[in-house]
């Protein structure tokens, strides 16, 4: 045999050899564990030889399904910016540099303390970058201490820090207030950076405030956190021997959701209660969204949305991002990427996959699934899917499209309400108890 056909043939050997051990790795799998195309899709009535072309076609597609899903990942999130709703690093760079960005360099936290001992600490630009995050709704938190005293600074202060860090590594970060800069931004290379307000009582019952906040680049308002506020009640309410306050919306709560329509300002509806979140449905001429929650039927927690109000979700166009808090995923202390992967998939399975998306809570909680425990994760979370026989339009809706379709639509309904004037109502004073008036003046 001449040396040049010795070459080729073992060239063939070879190419066979790498066939064979990459189809050991698909019958190596795990029972129950599904890659994305299977072979037996192939029609019955298609002829011998156009079934063998699809054969191998499909063979193809699935080789590399199976070695290359973090390659497809990593395409599907080069092109569509994954947009996580809930990332609350402002608060806790308040609470361990008192909101000094000198005294630490957000690069790398990995290594550097207290932030690397530090439960709640998730994210840093590093991270980010593996994660591939894109867009990001960095929120401005205060706690319900703050109610009635000094929350609309304390949330000031944290627009504030947004801002700054935004300034400081604007080499990374640059700010995005509509869908279509996010995409801009997206294109330049840097994370789209959104700012979303946590608790309604940052406002400080006041709608002048909610404006301002707007004006500032406020794009959500999470209408309560763990309190009710004089308008709204919250889900802490809907556990057992608690009472509802409010009944869901004051009439001042609907008054403050048409202004946050009229705004083009999102209505976020975790941390309320379900008579709340029935209130907002009925009022909101936007869709509205679920920064971070997930399914009650899957972990029965009053953070998580019941099935019906999640159908009426749909309904009203609106999107429900995942939480990662072990908590609200598996009901324990303890959870893994696939109690994560359950909720997103009851989710679909009930509503379609228009509606879904992630607002991981990082930096907001202290226990976070094992392997989805920083902001470097993300992509497992779509090889799982991929896995599970998602397709990649799909996969796109959960990393970004669904959100920018919301977005647009609420900018759509600011400008359909462009005609209407700023409402100048107050809140009725017999609404608010004398311990809510304590730190108020009579200055009118
Ligand atoms: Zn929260």
């Known amino acids: 045999m001449a040396q040049s056909s010795v070459i080729v043939w073992m060239i063939v050997l070879a190419f066979i050899s790498a066939e064979v051990s990459a189809f050991a790795k698909l019958i190596d799998r795990p029972l129950g564990e599904k890659v994305g195309i299977t072979l037996n899709k192939i029609p019955e009535s298609l002829h011998d030889s156009e079934a063998k072309t699809v054969a191998n076609e499909l063979s193809e597609t699935q080789v590399i399904s199976v070695n290359d899903e973090l390659a497809i990942v990593s395409q599907l999130l080069d092109r569509v910016p994954l947009i996580d709703g809930h990332n609350d690093l402002p608060h806790v760079i308040r609470l361990l540099a008192e ?25 840093d630009i590093v991270r980010l970058r593996k994660g591939k995050v894109g867009a990001q709704f960095w929120v401005a938190y205060t706690n319900c201490k703050t109610q009635h005293n000094d929350s609309p600074q304390k949330a000031l202060e944290q627009i504030d820090l947004i801002y700054r860090f935004i300034d400081l590594y604007s080499d990374t970060f640059q700010l995005a207030t509509t869908a ?24 400080g019952n006041s709608l002048s405030i909610l404006r301002i906040f707007y004006r500032l680049g406020v794009r959500y308002m999470t209408l309560t956190h763990s309190c009710p506020t004089p308008w709204a ?31 083009g ?46 159908r009426r979700l749909a309904n009203n166009g609106g999107i429900i991002m995942v939480a990662f808090y072990n908590e609200f995923l598996s009901c324990g202390k ?21 509606h879904i998306g992630l607002g991981g809570d990082f930096n907001g909680v202290d226990r976070v699934p094992t392997d989805l425990d920083d902001v470097s994760k993300y992509p497992n979370i779509f090889v799982e899917l991929l896995r599970l026989g998602w397709s990649e339009t799909d996969l796109e809706k959960l990393v970004g499209t669904n959100m920018l379709r919301v977005m647009r639509r609420v900018e759509e309904v600011k400008q359909e309400l462009a005609f209407t004037e700023p409402i100048e109502e107050w809140i009725p004073i017999e609404d608010l108890r004398p311990e809510h008036k304590l730190c108020l003046t009579d200055y009118v």
Not at 237 to 262: W, Y
Request: aromatic fraction near 4%.
């Open 334 to 354: 303890s959870a893994n990427i696939k109690d994560v992967i359950r909720q997103i998939e009851h989710i679909r399975n009930l509503i379609g996959a228009d």
């Open 265 to 310: 300002m999102m209505v976020d509806i975790s941390h309320v209660s379900v008579a709340t979140m029935e209130d907002v449905l009925n009022v909101s001429k936007a869709p509205v969204i679920f920064s971070h929650s997930g399914a009650f039927s899957v972990c029965n927690h009053t953070r998580n949305v019941p099935d019906h109000i999640l």
């Open 99 to 123: 909101s000094r960005l000198a005294n630490f360099n957000l690069t790398d936290l990995s290594d550097k303390t207290p932030w690397s001992s530090d439960p709640t600490s998730h994210t």
């Open 233 to 263: 009640d919250n889900s802490q309410l809907d556990n057992p021997g608690q009472r509802p306050i409010h009944g869901g919306l004051s009439g001042f709560g609907e008054v403050v959701v048409q202004e946050m329509n009229r705004l």
């Open 180 to 203: 279509q800069e996010i995409e801009d931004v997206f294109g330049t290379g840097k994370i789209a950076s959104l700012i979303g307000v946590e608790g309604g009582h940052a406002m």
